[in-house]
């Protein structure tokens, strides 16, 4: 962000171009997904800009990805298990 602003003298193109980039490279996770991403990539780049490092925020993005791993992919996969039974349980009428 710091190469943006030093180039065209702005905060706020530099601001919304990293932030685009950032959440249009989660496009695959749908608008929801990059939304999510735009508002985490807003606060990110807020916790970069008051303690003038990338450490904080590295550390945060790792935790946050230790937590979906370990929290959220066991609970849905066990989720989509239940939804594959329950599809294959019930015949479909044609």
């Excluded at 946050?64 to 329950?86: C, H, N, R, T």
Aim: proline residues 2%; charged residues 5%.
């Amino acid at each position: 962000m710091k190469f943006l602003t030093a180039n065209n003298s702005s905060f706020w193109l530099a601001l919304c171009l990293c932030v685009s980039a950032f959440a249009l490279a989660h496009v695959v996770q749908g608008w929801r997904g990059i939304l999510a991403t735009a508002i985490i990539a807003l606060l990110m780049h807020g916790v970069v800009y008051e303690t003038g490092s990338l450490y904080l925020a590295i550390v945060v993005h790792a935790v946050y990805d230790l937590m979906v791993g370990i929290i959220a992919v066991p609970i849905l996969s066990e989720f989509a298990k239940k939804q594959q039974l329950a599809q294959t349980a019930v015949p479909v009428m044609q």
